[in-house]
Nanobody, 123 residues
Framework: RCSCRRLGGGLVQAGDSLRLSCAAS????????VGWFRQVPGKGRDFVAA????????YVDDPVKGRFTISRDNSENTVYLQMSSLKPEDTAIYSC????????????????WGKGTLVTVSS
């Protein structure tokens, strides 16, 4: 299982930073990868970033590359999505998910999803 938490306010201004956390629990030995996705109303989930559960293979998608980073705290079984220089177009519901095996950009490949958290970026 995984739970998604937002550290900091959900409503921020353009240029602000925000960090999201994704804590895995239960059978974490079966987790291969953690992914972050975002979704706006009426659209499907867009891939944002992912990394292998062992801490390697971090990948950030092009639209947010250079502004978002993904990292893991091994001691807390938590993966973080650090978002900086936020833009209004980053407004979405952000969710984390876990899967076995290597990470994927396809949301359908992920088995367990955390509850999404709304991030709103005002201009």
């Amino acid at each position: 299982r995984c739970s998604c938490r937002r550290l900091g306010g959900g409503l921020v201004q353009a240029g602000d930073s925000l960090r999201l956390s994704c804590a895995a629990s239960g059978r974490t030995f079966s987790v291969g990868a953690v992914g972050w996705f975002r979704q706006v109303p009426g659209k499907g989930r867009d891939f944002v970033a992912a990394m292998l559960w062992n801490g390697g293979g971090a990948y950030v998608d092009d639209p947010v590359k250079g502004r978002f980073t993904i990292s893991r705290d091994n001691s807390e079984n938590t993966v973080y999505l650090q978002m900086s220089s936020l833009k209004p177009e980053d407004t979405a519901i952000y969710s984390c998910a876990v899967k076995g095996g290597p990470f994927s950009r396809n949301a359908a490949d992920y088995k367990y999803w955390g509850k999404g958290t709304l991030v709103t970026v005002s201009s």
